[in-house]
Nanobody, 125 residues
Framework: QVQLVESGGGLAPAGGSLRLSCAAS????????MGWFRQAPGKERDFVAA????????NYADSVKGRFTISRDNARNTVYLQMNSLKPEDTAVYYC??????????????????WGQGTQVTISS
């Protein structure tokens, strides 16, 4: 069982930066692949980035590639999403998710087993 709590969201200007954090309660954080998803009003929850259990493999949505960086600190049970060069279209609720698939990265929301409550990110133009 995993409890996930996101933080770091808020309001930022276009071109600015934010860093989201996701703290996990499980003592076996190291076995999970971790992902970030986002959902704008009226839209489906979309994949943003994911990282495998070790942190050595990452994957990004094309829309954020080169701007966002996912990382994890297994000693602190935390995954991060560094967001740079933010655009108004990045505005969404951002969710952290944990995937029991330890060695692979999956991009479909249905593949993830545990979800945080989300943190709002709003980018002004």
């Amino acid at each position: 069982q995993v409890q996930l709590v996101e933080s770091g969201g808020g309001l930022a200007p276009a071109g600015g930066s934010l860093r989201l954090s996701c703290a996990a309660s499980t003592r076996t954080f190291y076995i999970y692949a971790m992902g970030w998803f986002r959902q704008a009003p009226g839209k489906e929850r979309d994949f943003v980035a994911a990282i495998n259990y070790s942190g050595l493999t990452t994957n990004y949505a094309d829309s954020v590639k080169g701007r966002f960086t996912i990382s994890r600190d297994n000693a602190r049970n935390t995954v991060y999403l560094q967001m740079n060069s933010l655009k108004p279209e990045d505005t969404a609720v951002y969710y952290c998710a944990a995937d029991l698939s330890r060695g692979t990265i999956r991009v479909g929301a249905a593949a993830y087993d545990y979800w945080g409550q989300g943190t709002q990110v709003t980018i002004s133009s």
